[in-house]
């Protein structure tokens, strides 16, 4: 009786260990919620067509891009074609989305940058925040919340963290001193995080008055000429061998 019972003792967790099916891999990125409260994070959010698209790209070349330097943020990354090219030596991977805001990259910074195993993170998010309208106070929680989870997932891996360029685009203006206090909010996020680096990008493209510096802007003096990405890269390589990311 007693090797009855545990013969069918074993059969039933047998039958319990069978029904326990692991959960099935996911197939793409996690899509865009429908709902602003779903959303992570603080204040205005935008949600592009292409954002899908280009998140799609990114999740069938993730595989590749394991363990790169990776780059996030807005279009003034996104746009960066050459990348690869300015970084011959270096296993980069750009994860920009043009019109993105800080929201928009706390949400997939799991997926797009983390689960990418970064040897180092470059960040520059933000001056689209400002075209919306948005509290930088709103932006610098944001940051702050993609850094805490870089800090929990990733501890210790570097980040460079750059201010927002210069801009003076006819269509989507921002007001000087709310740039200005972003920029400032940025630079405050390094306080406390040693293996946080700030890449001052409005100092490096700025005329001595704040405004873009002519050659390093395209037509729209919002985005990068290719003499801009040049100049973003003649800073950024040093300080990822200082970082010991290169």
């Known amino acids: 009786m007693r090797s009855t019972l545990l013969l069918l003792a074993a059969l039933w967790l047998g039958a319990g260990t069978v029904s ?22 603080q204040g205005a959010i935008r949600v592009f067509g292409w954002m899908t698209e280009n998140r799609k790209a990114f999740w069938q070349d993730r595989e590749r891009k394991q363990g790169s330097i990776v780059f996030a943020g807005d279009s003034l990354i996104g746009g960066w074609g050459s990348m ?28 797009d940058v983390l689960d990418l195993h970064p040897k180092a993170i470059v960040l520059l998010s933000g001056s689209n925040d400002l075209s919306a309208l948005q509290d930088p106070k709103q932006s610098r929680a944001n940051l702050t919340a993609v850094l805490d989870l ?39 996020l390094a306080e406390g995080r040693p293996n946080v680096k700030v890449l001052d990008l409005h100092a490096l493209l700025a005329e001595p008055d704040g405004s873009p510096h ?11 000429s290719a003499a801009g990405f040049q100049r973003f890269r003649e800073a950024l390589a040093p300080l990822l061998r200082k970082l010991n990311a290169s």
């Open 214 to 224: 002519l050659d390093y802007f395209a037509q729209d003096k919002l985005h990068l």
């Open 20 to 41: 326990a099916q692991p959960a099935e891999p996911a197939s793409g990125p996690t899509p865009y919620p429908a709902s602003a409260k779903d959303w992570p994070g």
């Open 150 to 188: 870089a800090q929990r997932q990733a501890p210790g891996v570097p980040i460079v963290l750059c201010t927002i360029p210069p801009r003076q685009h006819a269509q989507a203006p921002v007001e000087p001193a709310k740039l200005a206090e972003l920029n400032k909010l940025i630079a405050s």
């Open 84 to 111: 690869a090219k300015d970084f011959p030596d270096l296993k980069v991977a750009n994860r920009g989305i043009g019109g993105e805001v800080t929201r928009g990259l706390l949400f997939r910074f799991q997926e």
